[in-house]
């Protein structure tokens, strides 16, 4: 065991301060230290995406972070992404359109679908597979998350406009 | 998969990052993204007792497009490279490599300075920058020295950079004429089963320059001076291509992996190899 | 009382059978707020890991944990020596062999477990693990069961007598001290003859590649033993979490009833969570030494490595026809690589699953089937991959027998097919080797898709690719692939079927509430098919309450009724049909309640969409809402309170899904890259509960296909090492790699369920497969290519082409 260190985080818009061995993987963190246990562990290689969380506005899998990397770090997970009663268009389509199964990869594919639509407000289906080909998933074929992730698109941006 | 326990450093600055490398020698790694070591670290097959994170120095997440240089500081990552429009109009093939590398979480983590130093022969970004002929600066606890990419790579995870020192920055010499970065893998996230870079100078029809590197085909990036060579003078026709497909299988040396046994790494590099010709060619 | 919404929109109400209702899973989900093992977190919890074998085979000469009970936070660490005295260092495995919790003397697989450190965290577990010292002696490694059968090397001393005799095994004779038993089927000597006389005879030698289900979600579970009130709570990924129960009680001798096993969310099973694996009798152990709870999450190189492995069979097949093609007689002989120890999840009766199966969709008069199972150095399992028991491997035999006919044929494969096939008129069919099959309209199905899909127009395309080809025009070469299956699902009968002798039946239990809405409780588990939504969409339609008023649950043995869970398609076939059985309980009494209320004889009310009404007079009615209020409150003369039924089902016969798939491919000859253009599928599960998941199910399933037939493999090299045990390796397709593919389906209900449906979920992995191969076989027909085996990654596709000589 090393040292433990004072690690200061924001997850979902709230700071967190703990002491933690520097070697704590952030989807520990998550998980185990904040009870935050959306973000799922997969494969632990950074392949699979499970454990996709944002830190400072990019899409990262979090299994491949140490907490000391993240110390000061800003944090969303897809407990932050909406609320029961206000849900993000992309949770509304994943339901609609029938985007997951098993449930497991859903956390992940939907926090790295908002980063990529915030990236790509417009994504052809090209694009789409491409800017998620960093999840997998072993329930869906991916198909219907592609729908859905095509259905937020235009949800969003007729909300968009609707504002403007 | 837990890493073993390490000490952990995030110092502000170079002479921070150069003293704790003094004090633990080889017990110490850099850290940019981390997305090679961690890994590593996890599965126990790197030990790393003190591990220095470079975010915090200042100064190495630069990218500087100049009119005869591009220069990238060690820490720019793979996303910013694709992001970067400036960097992209001067040197497309970095965005077109830096495209196929991993996925896209991994290439927000991923830097430039982790790809080249690490000498992992499946990364792409050395056989690139060797493409690229560019220059590596590395500073140690005796100041600042410039390598070549070309003589940068001795073996898997050996090169020339010393234990004491840190790679910040990579400099490109402003490439011109056509370009093409061409890899063939058995899926996203996948290391290459063959890639090639190849920057092409043409005038008058004709070949007057021509830089071919390939990827993940030794224990090091191939840069192959014969296969640009044999381009040299040539109108790229079919007997060029095969000239300098010959002279690249030459400088390569595959190895048996489970892409697939030597015999057919070494069709695809030429495959590779002659696409990548032809597309960088036809945007000469 | 006048009607306010017509007989349509009550039905649409209802969200019953046949609607493509949104899953009520999918707000949990979404928000992640699922609950999967490993968010469970309890007081005091401990966290247990293994110390794995390197070797593939080795003598364990002495295990040295002094130096990992010296790691703070590390409590305890467990060896055979350990579990010995409460016999646990063995345990049964579902195919009547018994396997090593913790290694006995020795080990047979890499990765097999040697130590269980019990620690307070992960971090102090995998630094205990790091300091376990075991010293191996290494003995040959045999990864290959031909030369298994004829080795010196015996791999389980276990299995021989001390005077050197090989006793039975629990399927019979054993010829060898590696041979595990002969199983077959069919009729020898007929077959031998039909085929030694026939016109035509096409053989072919195949080896249907090891790989395996990698689920997202690993296995895991969490053992807390309360030692006050001596109940053990078991939590983990189980696909069937009754069947764990008694295991658990058989073994440990904790009585059933203080035993509770609950599987919560599961997140993918395709089969990986079916076994019982050393990590739960390690996990009930170290909760019941430490009185702590203990949880064990295995990573994904120990589930890839050892939880579980699907095919490895290696088949010879012979197919005989007339001249005209019509098939006469078919002979297959399968050499199945069961590895150390003999832990396939096959019905007891089955030791090569339904792999009788293999005459598959066509009219054979004659067969024969033969299947030697064998120890080698590589992990247990054998676990049915997204499929029924050995159903993937027998209708890929079958499919690619009846190419290789084609070609011997010279004849279009569609055709061949098309001749062969079972005629509607001749179901239910008695299948040469056993099966009866319950319905099929495969004629119909086939002419469907190929009409679809353009089939002349694909060959002729396909025609002038080649000439292409030939001149030089282009480098790429198109596939069209094509597959007929027939699934055989719904395990099963009791009189056939059970497992460590548990019958498998499936149960469901219906509590009405008073105000109209109710709880349904199953044996099943859902792992991402969709139970809680369409299991009440059956009961919607059967009890004429909304969908969205009943709470469907499953997977808590203290709560739900006996059941073997959710594998082989069976939850639909079998809970399916329990469940439809259940509520025709409930209306029956509901029948009698609404002619007490309606002062009418109890057979001249009848039951429509959400009420019973008086026959010839539909405006007077109870709806079951009020029949559900009056069974709680109102007195009514010989008949008891209450509104509630259990239906414990066993199926009649399996059930026989069927489909028609068309696969077009793209081949780079000179990469072996290949692009799937098109894949068309036509599936007929009979009755149709929820077309949006069918379809869901359909897309996940050919892409688990994909992934299998163009790359998916658990590899071994010569030393017993597993080659491909990260994700860079081990191939799962991203959305990248996946096309579109284009559904379709017809409807043949099954005669003998209750409601016709007969499961959907393993059917496009099933027949998924041979189509993603065929299509890269047939690309390379024109040029000689009779057979290949899958894997179809690149380099394999370009041996063929090299061999091929397309690259000269």
């Not at chain 1, 993240?70 to 029961?84: C, R």
């Not at chain 1, 098993?102 to 956390?107: D, Q, R, S």
């Not at chain 1, 729908?147 to 406009?161: D, G, L, T």
């Not at chain 3, 009404?613 to 405006?619: D, F, L, S, W």
């Amino acid at each position: 065991m090393s040292k433990k260190m004072h690690i200061k985080l924001n997850v979902n818009g709230k700071d967190e301060e703990f002491l933690a061995e520097p070697r704590e993987l952030l989807i520990y963190t998550l998980r185990e230290r904040l009870n935050i246990t959306g973000p799922h562990i997969g494969c632990e290689t950074s392949h699979c995406g499970a454990c996709t969380v944002t830190i400072n506005g990019k899409s990262v899998k979090s299994c491949t972070m140490f907490v000391a990397q993240a110390d000061g770090a800003a944090v969303t997970t897809i407990e932050g992404l909406g609320d029961p009663d206000n849900l993000h268009p992309l949770q509304e389509a994943f339901k609609e359109h029938h985007g997951l199964q098993c449930g497991y990869c859903t956390p992940g594919m939907i926090t790295r679908a908002t980063k990529l639509l915030e990236e790509n407000p417009n994504p052809t289906e090209e694009e789409i597979r491409f800017g998620m080909a960093g999840n997998i998933c072993r329930c869906t074929g991916y198909q219907n998350i592609v729908k859905s992730i095509q259905a937020a698109a235009s949800e969003m941006n007729a909300a968009k406009e609707a504002a403007e | 998969m837990i890493p073993a326990a390490f000490e952990y450093y995030r110092p502000k600055d170079m002479a921070g990052v150069l003293a704790v490398l003094e004090e633990h020698g080889d017990d110490a790694r850099v850290m940019a993204g981390g997305h090679s070591l961690i890994p590593m670290m996890k599965l126990r097959m790197a030990d790393v007792p003190h591990l220095i994170d470079l975010q915090d120095v200042g100064g190495m997440s630069d990218i500087e497009v100049g009119t005869d240089m591009i220069r990238l500081g060690a820490l720019v990552t793979q996303a910013d490279i694709i992001d970067h429009a400036e960097l992209s109009n001067a040197a497309p093939i970095l965005r077109e490599a830096a495209l196929q590398i991993a996925d896209p979480q991994v290439r927000y983590m991923g830097t430039v300075g982790g790809n080249v130093a690490n000498g992992d022969p499946g990364n792409d970004m050395p056989g690139l920058t060797q493409c690229l002929n560019a220059i590596f600066t590395v500073v140690g606890p005796n100041g600042e020295r410039d390598i070549p990419a070309r003589a940068f790579y001795e073996a898997a995870y050996v090169t020339a950079r010393e234990d004491e020192e840190v790679l910040t920055h990579v400099a490109i010499p402003m490439p011109n004429g056509g370009y093409a970065y061409e890899k063939q893998k058995r899926k996203i996230g996948d290391y290459a089963t063959a890639a090639a870079a190849v920057q092409i100078v043409k005038d008058g029809g004709i070949c007057v320059s021509a830089s071919i590197a390939m990827t993940n085909l030794s224990d090091t990036p191939v840069y192959s001076e014969a296969a640009g060579e044999a381009l040299l003078g040539t109108s790229v026709d079919a007997a060029a291509l095969d000239a300098s497909v010959a002279a690249m299988l030459g400088d390569i040396e595959p190895t048996e992996d489970n892409r697939g046994p030597v015999a057919f790494k070494n069709h695809v590099a030429g495959v590779i190899l002659r696409r990548a010709i032809l597309t960088a060619w036809s945007r000469a | 009382m006048k009607d306010e919404i017509t007989r349509e929109e009550r039905v649409d109400n209802l969200k019953g059978m046949g609607c493509s209702r949104k899953r009520v899973e999918d707000a949990r989900f979404t928000q992640g707020k699922g609950n999967y093992v490993d968010d469970i977190k309890l007081d005091g919890m401990l966290f247990g890991d293994f110390v794995r074998s390197p070797y593939a085979h080795a003598r364990i000469k002495s295990i040295d944990t002094a130096a990992a009970l010296e790691v703070p936070g590390v409590l305890a660490v467990l060896t055979a020596a350990d579990l010995e005295p409460l016999g646990l260092h063995w345990m049964p495995t579902l195919a009547g062999d018994k396997q090593m919790v913790l290694a006995d003397g020795k080990v047979l697989f890499q990765g097999q477990e040697v130590a269980y450190v019990v620690a307070e965290d992960r971090y102090a577990a995998a630094d205990g693990i790091e300091l376990v010292e075991v010293e191996y002696e290494e003995l040959p490694v045999i990864v290959n069961p031909f030369e298994s059968l004829k080795s010196d090397v015996v791999l389980r001393e276990d299995l021989v007598a001390e005077d050197g005799s090989i006793p039975d095994g629990a399927h019979g004779p054993r010829k060898h001290p590696n041979h595990i038993f002969t199983w077959d089927a069919g009729d020898k000597d007929p077959t031998e003859e039909v085929i030694a006389n026939a016109e035509v005879v096409a053989e072919e030698t195949m080896y249907y590649h090891r790989t395996h289900p990698c689920p997202l979600e690993t296995c895991g579970c969490v053992a807390s033993m309360d030692k006050v009130n001596g109940k053990l709570t078991l939590w983990g990924t189980f696909q069937a979490p009754h069947a764990i129960r008694t295991v658990v009680s058989l073994i440990s001798g904790i009585e059933e009833h203080n035993i509770r096993v609950i599987s919560p969310d599961i997140g993918g099973g395709f089969g990986n969570k079916v076994g019982a694996y050393p990590g739960y009798v390690c996990s009930v152990v170290a909760s019941i030494v430490t009185g702590k709870p203990v949880k064990w999450i295995e990573d994904r190189m120990d589930n890839l490595m050892t939880t579980a492995f699907a095919r490895d069979y290696h088949m010879t097949g012979k197919i005989s026809a007339t001249k005209e093609g019509k098939i006469t007689g078919l002979h297959c002989h399968v050499t199945a690589d069961h590895g150390g120890f003999d832990a396939c999840a096959d019905p007891t009766k089955f030791p090569a699953g339904f792999m009788n199966i293999c005459t598959g969709s066509y009219d054979i008069p004659t067969a024969y089937l033969e299947v030697e199972g064998v120890y080698t150095n590589k992990a247990p399992g054998g676990v049915s991959y997204r499929c029924s028991f050995r159903v993937t491997e027998a209708v890929y035999f079958i499919e690619r027998m009846i190419e290789v006919l084609a070609i011997e044929l010279n004849m279009d494969a569609a055709e061949l097919r098309r001749i062969n096939f079972i005629k509607k008129e001749q179901f239910p069919y008695t299948a040469a080797l056993g099966w009866e099959y319950d319905s099929g309209d495969y004629h119909t199905a086939w002419d469907k898709a190929l009409k679809t899909v353009g089939y002349d127009g694909l060959r002729t395309e396909q025609a002038q690719r080649v000439e292409d080809f030939k001149a030089g025009k282009t480098r790429k070469l198109m596939g069209i692939g094509l597959s007929f299956f027939t699934e055989i699902v719904g395990a099963g009968p009791v009189k056939n079927c059970d497992i460590l002798g548990l019958g498998m039946f499936d149960s469901c239990e219906i509590r009405i509430h008073p105000t109209g809405s109710a709880i349904a409780r199953l044996g099943t588990i859902s792992q991402g098919q969709g139970h809680a939504t369409t299991f009440a969409q059956i009961l919607a339609s059967e009890i004429g309450l909304p969908a969205d008023s009943i709470t469907i649950e499953e997977g808590d043995t203290d709560t739900a009724p006996y059941g073997l869970g959710t594998y082989g398609s069976r939850s639909t076939p079998v809970a399916g049909a329990a469940t439809a059985m259940a509520g025709r309980k409930i209306r029956a009494k509901a029948q009698m309640i609404a002619a007490y209320l309606l002062e009418v004889h109890d057979n001249d009310v009848e039951f429509d969409v959400d009420r019973f009404v008086v026959k010839g007079a539909p405006e007077k009615f109870k709806t079951m809402k009020e029949i559900a209020f009056a069974a709680y409150n109102q007195a009514i003369p010989g008949i008891e309170p209450g509104l509630e039924a259990v239906s414990y089902y066993d199926p009649p016969n399996m059930t026989y899904p069927f489909g028609a798939y068309v696969c077009v491919m793209d081949i780079d000859v000179d990469t072996g890259v290949t692009e799937i253009r098109r894949f068309y599928a036509l599936d007929d599960c009979g009755t149709r509960i929820n077309p949006m998941i069918i379809e869901g199910q359909v897309h996940g399933g050919l892409t688990e296909a994909l992934a299998v037939a163009l790359g998916q493999e658990i590899a071994y090299d010569d030393m017993g090492n597993v080659k491909t045990g990260t994700l860079m390796d081990f191939f799962l397709p991203t959305a990248w790699e996946v096309p579109n593919y284009e559904t379709d389906f017809t409807v043949t209900p099954s005669p003998h369920h209750p409601i016709g449906a007969k499961g959907v979920g393993e059917s496009p992995h099933v027949g998924g497969v041979p189509c993603f191969s065929n299509a890269v076989q047939d690309a390379f027909r024109p040029f000689g290519n009779r057979h290949t085996n899958m894997p179809h990654d690149h380099w394999r596709i370009w041996r063929t082409a090299n061999e091929l000589g397309l690259h000269d």
